[in-house]
């Protein structure tokens, strides 16, 4: 039996994975947020660890208001870095797997080519230097773990990109949206598949391994609000924007795709594409 301690189990991923492990007999989860375990608090994590006999952790809590974190500065590295220092200490401590999710912003996002996880990072804004320096730390740490950064991070739970479209495609006959950012849409339940396959996994390696995941293909977030109309048949239309008519605090990666050659090979995952997942999402969505 294995201890499976899950942190952020309020966000869109610890959703996902509460829906995917609610049945599975061979291990024990213990879904935690901010309510139940205070991760910026080094002596509650061990505690909680060390009485529950955790085997693996999987963090799915972060500061993720982009945004805000260029203002929020002390919370947004509080969160993204010094609490997945703790989490990764105590999980070399207590022998534990540490998995942990980062992100498209640790890249500058300048490249026309599918970011490799070992290609050199270089972040532009708080939340992906936040990022960084978390996946640092936990290289520091020296524990069994994985990071894998993922991107357009969307589902049928929360706030997120597909959900603001279809409110504004109701209320709106036209929007607009930029559309010189390419990136990869990750549905958070396909994201969860493969931390729960890696996790399975997890005695085939040793040491820190990075990975990409995103939904295969590349878009525009303009041609992602296109399709997310036309599958919702809404007739608002969407008007392309350019990065520099839709000013934002933070800066964002205007090439965020990723090469996803390492995680299919090393684990055999299947990755849909990112049309399919988006539809699989949308009729989820319609039928809440």
Not at 160 to 171: A, D, I, S, Y
Not at 177 to 197: E, N, S
Request: glycine share 6%; net charge negative; hydrophobic share 40%.
């Amino acid at each position: 039996m294995n201890n499976i301690l899950i942190t952020g189990a309020n966000g869109q991923l610890g959703h996902c994975l509460h829906d995917l492990c609610g049945n599975d007999p061979t291990s024990r989860y213990f879904y935690t947020d901010v309510a139940e375990l205070d991760i910026t608090d080094a002596q509650q994590v061990n505690a909680f660890v060390e009485k529950n006999n955790i085997d693996v952790i999987i963090n799915a809590a972060g500061y993720t208001a982009v945004d805000k974190a260029e203002s929020d500065v002390e919370r947004c590295y509080l969160i993204n870095r010094d609490a997945t220092k703790i989490l990764a200490e105590v999980s070399a401590l207590h022998h534990c797997f540490f998995v942990h999710i980062s992100t498209d912003y640790v890249f500058e996002g300048s490249e026309d080519k599918p970011h490799r996880p070992g290609d050199a990072i270089n972040p532009q804004s708080v939340y992906g230097k936040s990022k960084a320096e978390g996946e640092a730390a936990i290289a520091e740490a020296g524990c069994h773990s994985v990071i894998i950064r993922t991107s357009w991070l969307y589902s049928e739970y929360g706030a997120n990109f597909v959900k603001t479209m279809l409110r504004l495609g109701n209320e709106k006959t036209e929007i607009g949206v930029v559309a010189d950012q390419l990136g990869g849409p990750t549905y958070a339940g396909d994201l969860a598949k493969a931390i729960l396959v890696i996790v399975k996994n997890r005695r085939q390696f040793a040491g820190l391994h990075i990975y990409h995941f995103a939904n295969k293909g590349k878009v525009s977030w303009c041609d992602f609000a296109r399709q997310i109309m036309e599958n919702a048949g809404l007739p608002c239309k969407v008007v392309p924007l350019k990065t520099s008519e839709y000013k934002t605090a933070a800066r964002r990666p205007a090439f965020s795709v990723f090469d996803l050659s390492d995680i299919e090979n090393d684990f055999g995952i299947e990755i849909p594409e990112w049309s399919e997942s988006l539809k699989k999402c949308m009729q989820i969505i319609k039928n809440q």
